[in-house]
Every structure is written in structure tokens, then in C-alpha cells.
């Protein structure tokens, strides 16, 4: 069996990266596992603890920093935000592909950590629909939706580290569009050494003869 694949999905903060991540895995719940961050902002709207993030007090997340138990962490517009270990390591192990919902600083770092990983950047059609879904969003005060829009910008210079771009216009294609990327980068010959090796010893039965 191929292991599962690590896929980080990374985008400007109101691109729509919870809502296509939430529409795969209602899509597709035997392929896809969504990797739960821990974050010390505080939760907002209907968001709970254990489904949406880790809620932990800044003394907490430190704790974790030096246990050792985060793949990568990073401050995003004054909170940390970090990806637990276990969980992701548990998943690619069990054959699904693991999704990291992180910004970029913590992509960079999986990048260098994991080359063999998928990087995907959404982004909406235009900025003018960023501001829209993001005030629509209607979870942000107006301070922070400033402060996210012009973080928006530092990470468009970004973008080059990723592998594909994928405008988030209607939802249902943009779904069933990272769902082909991911689905096309298992075929990757690189990532199917196992199966080759050993077509090439059952083909070599033939050349000595049995
Ligand atoms: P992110 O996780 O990237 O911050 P969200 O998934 O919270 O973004 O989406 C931001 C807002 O935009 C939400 O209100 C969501 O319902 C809306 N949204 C997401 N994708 C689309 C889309 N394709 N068309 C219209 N609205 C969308
Ligand atoms: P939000 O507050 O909108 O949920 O998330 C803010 C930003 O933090 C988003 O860009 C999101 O992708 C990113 N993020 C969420 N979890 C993690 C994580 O574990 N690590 C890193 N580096 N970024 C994260």
C-alpha cells in the first residue's frame, strides 16, 4: 500500500480553506484526513475545542514547543499556531493523505522537513471578494479583517514555494479540482518505487525462464 501523501493547503485568511477542506472530507472521508492545529487565538463563532483547533493558553503552547510535540509552529498576526505530531504521523501511516491548513511560515518549514510534500495556495478570484468573504464571514472585528488582509499581502510573495495555485471562484469545482492534483500526484513515478521494484523482480522470473 502507497502511504498516504502530506498535502499542505495554505491561502490568504478568507480564501475559503475550511470551507474546501470541509466539502473533501464530506466528499471523500476514506481518503482525506484533516490535520487539527493547536492555536492560542481564541475560538470564534461556533468553533470547538478538538474539532476546529486545540485551544491552549500561550503558557500551554509553549509547554508543547518544548516537548518537542509540534511538527512546525508560527505567530500569525499575534497568536501561535501549531501542527501536533502524532496525529499527522498516525494518518500517513494508516494510508491517508494528511491536510495541513497552515500559513506559510509553517509550510517553509515542512518544506525543508518534508521535500516529498503536495504545497497548494488558494486564493480567491480578486482581492475585492477576499475583503467581501472575509467581512461576510462576519467572525472578525474590523481590526483584525485589517490586519488579515494586509498579512494577505506579505504572503502573495510567497506563493513561488508552492506547487499549484487554485482560484476558489465556485466551490464545487474548485473541490473537485485539489481533489485531482491529489489524486494525480500519487501517480507521480517517483512516489511508486515500491510498485516498480517489484514488477521488475516478477519480470525478471521471465528472462530466467520459469
Ligand atoms: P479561510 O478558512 O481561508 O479563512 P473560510 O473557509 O472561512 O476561509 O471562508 C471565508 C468565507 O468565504 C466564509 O464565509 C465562506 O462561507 C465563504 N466562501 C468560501 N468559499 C466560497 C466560495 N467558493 N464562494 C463563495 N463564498 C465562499
Ligand atoms: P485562522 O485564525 O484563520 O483559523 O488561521 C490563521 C492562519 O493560521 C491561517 O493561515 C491558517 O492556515 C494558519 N494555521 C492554522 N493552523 C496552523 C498551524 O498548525 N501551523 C501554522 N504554521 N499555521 C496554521
Partial sequence: ????????????????????????????????????????????????????????TREEFEKMIEKNELIEY???????????????????????????????????????MFPDTLFLFLTPPDAGTLKQRLTGRGTDAADVVEARLLRASEEACGVDAYDYLIVNDRLEQCVEEV????????????????FMNKMKEELKSFSEGE
Fill in 1 to 56: 500500500m502507497q502511504k498516504g501523501i502530506l498535502v499542505v493547503l495554505s491561502g490568504f485568511s478568507g480564501s475559503g480553506k475550511g470551507t474546501v477542506i470541509q466539502e473533501l472530507l464530506n466528499r471523500y472521508p476514506n481518503r482525506y484526513a484533516l490535520s487539527v492545529s493547536a492555536t492560542t487565538r481564541q475560538p470564534r463563532g461556533t468553533e470547538q475545542d478538538g474539532r476546529e483547533y486545540f485551544f491552549k
Fill in 74 to 112: 508560527a505567530l500569525y498576526v499575534e497568536n501561535y499556531y501549531g501542527t501536533p505530531k502524532a496525529y499527522v504521523k498516525d494518518r500517513l501511516e494508516a494510508g491517508f493523505d494528511v491536510i495541513l491548513e497552515i500559513e506559510i511560515q509553517g509550510a517553509l518549514k515542512i518544506k525543508e
Fill in 179 to 194: 481533489h485531482s492534483i491529489i489524486t494525480n500526484e500519487h501517480r507521480k513515478v517517483s512516489r511508486n518505487r515500491g
